[in-house]
Nanobody, 115 residues
Framework: QVQLVESGGGLVQPGGSLRLSCAAS????????MGWYHQAPGKQRELVAR???????NYADSVKGRFTISRDNAKKMVYLQMNSLKPEDTADYYC?????????WGEGTQVTVSS
């Protein structure tokens, strides 16, 4: 059974930082492209960042230079370091595992950026 479990969300002030973690089980983690998506209230889920099995990364324009995605294949973990957070980053953040179009999702973790 595939499980993706996110952690690390919370309330942070503008300009602050958070580190999201996603623990994967039930998949051959090393072959999957791992990603983080977010969904704000009333909006569609959108890609934030993605990292391929070989370590190639890409980011949404809105987070370039502020967020960094990384993975640890030995631990089956993917991380999202979020710096210089803005109120518009407020959303539920979801971990995603993608292998040739077969996708798995976590339950999400909430991030609120507010003073």
């Amino acid at each position: 059974q595939v499980q993706l479990v996110e952690s690390g969300g919370g309330l942070v002030q503008p300009g602050g930082s958070l580190r999201l973690s996603c623990a994967a089980s039930g998949i051959i983690f090393s072959i999957y492209t791992m990603g983080w998506y977010h969904q704000a209230p009333g909006k569609q889920r959108e890609l934030v960042a993605r990292i391929t099995h070989s370590g190639f990364t890409n980011y949404a324009d809105s987070v370039k230079g502020r967020f960094t995605i990384s993975r640890d294949n030995a631990k089956k973990m993917v991380y999202l370091q979020m710096n210089s957070l803005k109120p518009e980053d407020t959303a539920d953040y979801y971990c995603n595992a993608d292998y040739i179009g077969t996708m798995h999702w976590g339950e999400g973790t909430q991030v609120t950026v507010s003073s």
